[in-house]
């Protein structure tokens, strides 16, 4: 694999994980309390308890997005630059 395809496919990679963030951060916020309701048949937690949850999970999906895609992208690109 050449360094182009491997740029290219950190980016699109990237691009749509920042989508699957964006729209777990949109369900958490828009219909709350329909996911809380969902979710509280499986697990048992208040409202607190679940936005605690969904906020963690987000923060941490992000920092693997962030170290494992975006920062060896950025990388990539300036190692093209030479």
Known sequence: MDL?????????????NFAVIAV???????????????????FRMSAEQFDTVSFAG??????????????PYIALVLVGLE
């Open 4 to 16: 182009t395809t491997l740029r290219s496919f950190l980016f699109w990679c990237t691009l749509m």
């Open 24 to 42: 777990w951060a949109l369900l958490s916020l828009l219909p709350h309390g329909w996911l809380h309701r969902l979710w509280g048949r499986w």
């Open 58 to 71: 987000i923060m941490f999906y992000k920092i693997l997005v962030l170290t494992f895609n975006l920062v």
